[in-house]
Nanobody, 126 residues
Framework: QVHLVESGGGLVQAGGSLRLSCAAP????????MGWFRQAPGKGREFVAA????????DYADSAKGRFTISRDNAKNTMTLQMNSLKPEDTAVYYC???????????????????WGQGTQVTVSS
């Protein structure tokens, strides 16, 4: 079992920025590929971004490209999502997810994740 803890959510005005973090204390963080997902009220969970175990490769949903940046620091067991130019439609609960990955450069598909955090609320006001 992997315990994932998100932080950094909050209320921000449209056009503003937030930085989300995901920590996995006490685990071999570098063994896992990681991702961010979100779920808006009344909608299903959707993929936002993913990063390979090494951090060398990333993937983004079209809605996140050019505005969000995913990164990780394996020495600190943390992953971050820098979100800029936020829009009201970015309002959602954001979840981090993890999956063990054999290949260091592999970026998992949205359906491959085994472990999930509890989520952090992001609200963007217009």
């Amino acid at each position: 079992q992997v315990h994932l803890v998100e932080s950094g959510g909050g209320l921000v005005q449209a056009g503003g920025s937030l930085r989300l973090s995901c920590a996995a204390p006490g685990r071999t963080f570098s063994s896992f590929a990681m991702g961010w997902f979100r779920q808006a009220p009344g909608k299903g969970r959707e993929f936002v971004a993913a990063i390979s175990r090494s951090g060398a490769n990333t993937d983004y949903a079209d809605s996140a490209k050019g505005r969000f940046t995913i990164s990780r620091d394996n020495a600190k067991n943390t992953m971050t999502l820098q979100m800029n130019s936020l829009k009201p439609e970015d309002t959602a609960v954001y979840y981090c997810a993890a999956v063990p990955s054999y290949y260091s450069i592999y970026v998992p598909g949205p359906m491959e994740y085994d472990y999930w955090g509890q989520g952090t609320q992001v609200t963007v006001s217009s």
